[in-house]
T-cell receptor, first 112, second 115 residues
Framework: EPEVTQTPSHQVTQMGQEVILRCVPISNHLYFYWYRQILGQKVEFLVSFYNNEISEKSEIFDDQFSVERPDGSNFTLKIRSTKLEDSAMYFC??????????FGPGTRLTVL | GESVGLHLPTLSVQEGDNSIINCAYSNSASDYFIWYKQESGKGPQFIIDIRSNMDKRQGQRVTVLLNKTVKHLSLQIAATQPGDSAVYFCAEIRAGGTSYGKLTFGQGTILTVHP
């Protein structure tokens, strides 16, 4: 069964450093998303991406965040200058548009 | 403000019992709802979905009920098993009911199944 994959599973970084979280969505999917989940809280929408551009973003997704689909398979989330409050689980999701959104296993980001 | 929320944060049941997890939503324009299961250290896993033109949908051991009058959603799990222990989230999509809109999640209910 096809699945969304994410790397790394855990990323530890110093405050102010840049991080790139990577995702490989399901191959025939067209819509891509990043969500985050702070420990013990609900999952929050960050950004959606379709046809090589952002289709919607939340207020969390400020100028420090960017997304890219550099090739036909990868979808990345970059945080330019990490803050302590960026520590969370980051989930990538994808959908064909007629099916539900499928989530990856997540990347745990720890900012020290 | 608009939100999706859950009535109970925790639910403990005995193996074999039926479980009911509830969710309230406030946006009457929401027209697509999904239940996700999240096990520790994993991403949300799709369980079942329902559109607003339906009031009930059944899957394998799971049933989702939608009451649009009171804006309430429930997930029923029949013959609950220890492997069902997880956090359960309801989520809604408001973008015209398409599955590619952003998901808005509720807080989650922790289901614990005792053998």
């Amino acid at each position: 069964e096809p699945e969304v994959t994410q790397t790394p599973s855990h990323q530890v970084t110093q405050m102010g450093q840049e991080v790139i979280l990577r995702c490989v969505p399901i191959s025939n999917h067209l819509y891509f998303y990043w969500y985050r989940q702070i420990l013990g809280q609900k999952v929050e929408f960050l950004v959606s991406f379709y046809n090589n551009e952002i289709s919607e973003k939340s207020e969390i997704f400020d100028d420090q965040f960017s997304v890219e689909r550099p090739d036909g398979s990868n979808f990345t989330l970059k945080i330019r200058s990490t803050k302590l409050e960026d520590s969370a689980m980051y989930f990538c999701a994808s959908t064909s548009g007629v099916d539900t959104q499928y989530f990856g296993p997540g990347t745990r980001l720890t900012v020290l | 403000g608009e939100s999706v929320g859950l009535h109970l944060p925790t639910l403990s049941v005995q193996e074999g019992d039926n479980s009911i997890i509830n969710c309230a939503y406030s946006n009457s324009a929401s027209d697509y709802f999904i239940w996700y299961k999240q096990e520790s250290g994993k991403g949300p896993q799709f369980i079942i979905d329902i559109r607003s033109n339906m009031d009930k949908r059944q899957g394998q051991r799971v049933t989702v009920l939608l009451n649009k009058t009171v804006k309430h959603l429930s997930l029923q799990i029949a013959a609950t098993q220890p492997g069902d222990s997880a956090v359960y989230f309801c989520a809604e999509i408001r973008a015209g009911g398409t599955s590619y809109g952003k998901l808005t999640f509720g807080q989650g209910t922790i289901l614990t199944v005792h053998p």
